[in-house]
Each structure stands twice: as structure tokens, then as C-alpha cells.
Nanobody, 123 residues
Framework: QVQLVESGGGSVQAGGSLRLSCIYS????????MGWFRQAPGKEREGVAG???????TYVDSVKGRFTISSDHTKNTLYLQMNSLNAEDTAIYYC?????????????????WGQGTQVTVSS
């Protein structure tokens, strides 16, 4: 049974930082597309950052230069370092993963999902 469990969300003031973690189990995602999505109130879910099985990262334009996706497969963990946060980053953040090496359109298609972690940025 595959599980993705996010942690690290919370409340922070604008300009602050958070690091999200996604611990996975039940499958070896070392050579798989993984990524982070977010959904703000009243908005559709959007891809934020992805990393393919070759370790190549991609980002949505609004977070480029502020967010960094990384992985440590010795710890079965995917990370999202978020710096210079602003109110528009407020959302529930989800970890997602696929089986394959390549990301579809820069982000996982979403075969597997975590339960989400809330990030709230106050201005």
C-alpha cells in the first residue's frame, strides 16, 4: 500500500520560510516523477514544483526563485523549501507521485496523493 504523508505546514508571516516534507512508503520512488501541488480557497489545484526520475526540477512561474524541490531517497522523503512567502502562497499543499521516470507536463499526473498540509501566510 503506497502512502504519502506531508508535514511542515503552518502559519508564517510574509517574507518568511517553511520547508515541507513528504515521506513515502510502499513503493520506491527513487526513479519516479514526484511533485507538489497546492489548492487555495476557491481556486483550482495547481502544480507548484515537480522533479522527474532523473532529478530535473520544474516550477510554476509564480514560485521560481523562491521555492526549491529536492529529494532524499535514503530517507524516502521529498521536500519543498519555500522562501519569501507571500499571502498568495496560502493554500493546502499536496505531495503527489507517479510510477514513471518522466513527468507529464512538468508535474506528476497524480497516481498517488498525500492528504495535504495547510500553509497560511499572513501579510
Amino acid at each position: 500500500q503506497v502512502q504519502l504523508v506531508e508535514s511542515g505546514g503552518g502559519s508564517v508571516q510574509a517574507g518568511g520560510s517553511l520547508r515541507l516534507s513528504c515521506i513515502y512508503s510502499g513503493y520506491n520512488f527513487r526513479h519516479s516523477c514526484m511533485g507538489w501541488f497546492r489548492q487555495a480557497p476557491g481556486k483550482e489545484r495547481e502544480g507548484v514544483a515537480g522533479i522527474d526520475g532523473f532529478g530535473r526540477p520544474t516550477y510554476v512561474d509564480s514560485v521560481k526563485g523562491r521555492f526549491t524541490i529536492s529529494s532524499d531517497h535514503t530517507k524516502n522523503t521529498l521536500y519543498l523549501q519555500m522562501n519569501s512567502l507571500n499571502a498568495e502562497d496560502t493554500a493546502i499543499y499536496y505531495c503527489a507521485a507517479d510510477d514513471g521516470w518522466y513527468c507529464a507536463a512538468d508535474f506528476p499526473a497524480g497516481r498517488y496523493w498525500g492528504q495535504g498540509t495547510q500553509v497560511t501566510v499572513s501579510s
